[in-house]
């Protein structure tokens, strides 16, 4: 399986859009969307994969797990949450080493410190001295074995410490050479736009969240700010968690014979659609061809 680089997909489409991936079968979905790349995010494939909130309570081999799981089932690029590297420096080198592995297109290093982690940049209760994520950037760009794998810096310093120091601490991980930078928990149009201003000429990363009180900006408009790739952290895991305990509640007041559950409209859709996703006729066709070759 041939996959196109990161870099690549940042080239192909002005802003690149990526949803989360917290699956092998929402990577294959989003793949059939038509989108270019997508991410994978600590918080949705965690959650999807063992029920755990994104409170560091996950390890790189957790992680690598999830990753190599999606990315199999997939030929799209993909950037992929780094943490913090877990660990000091040793760590984020090995990090790197299995991302790349993985197929991992672009690395996500943070400076949140990790015994104070929170799932929501804004909530971000405290962030690492500036020299200590700044010696894990260099650690990544150094021992990365291709130029074509991205490490953007992210900050989380706005939450901690306010905007002004996550814009300065941005303009530090530029000025060490990274290759994208991502400043977290941004609040208002007002704070996208100023980092745009700001960080221009920089490879910039947005993220749009919906139901936490955050701007509900287009891509074009990110674009228009000055912002490369946008994201979309928590769209998909959060229709679907909305989508399985609306189903489930029904069915348990089903079973308990208190409200009738009817068959849904549309469940042969549905079933047409995981079986294209699932490619369920290229492999019955093997079957078939090699049940012919034996008469």
Known sequence: MTRPTFRTALAAERPLVTPLAHDALSARLIERAGFRAFAIGGSAMLAARYALPDLGIA???EMADGIRDIASATSLPFLADGDDGYGEAKSVARTVAIYERLGVGAILIEDQRRDRKQPRAEKARGVVEVAEIVQKL?????VRESPDTLIIGRTDAYGALGLDAAISRAERFLAIGVDGIFVAGLKTEDEYARVGRELKGATLSAAVFE???TPWLTPRTLGEMGYAHVSF???VVFRI????AETLA???RHAQGTEPMS???TSAENRRLLDEALTVAAWQSIETRHSE???
């Not at 260099?138 to 150094?142: E, H, K, L, S, W």
């Open 263 to 265: 068959p849904s409209a």
């Open 233 to 235: 952290p928590a769209s």
């Open 59 to 61: 390890a790189l081999g």
């Open 211 to 213: 139901g936490v009180g």
């Open 250 to 252: 029904a069915l348990r």
């Open 293 to 295: 070759d034996s008469q």
């Open 241 to 244: 968690v909305g989508t399985m």
């Open 138 to 142: 260099r650690v990544a760009m150094d």
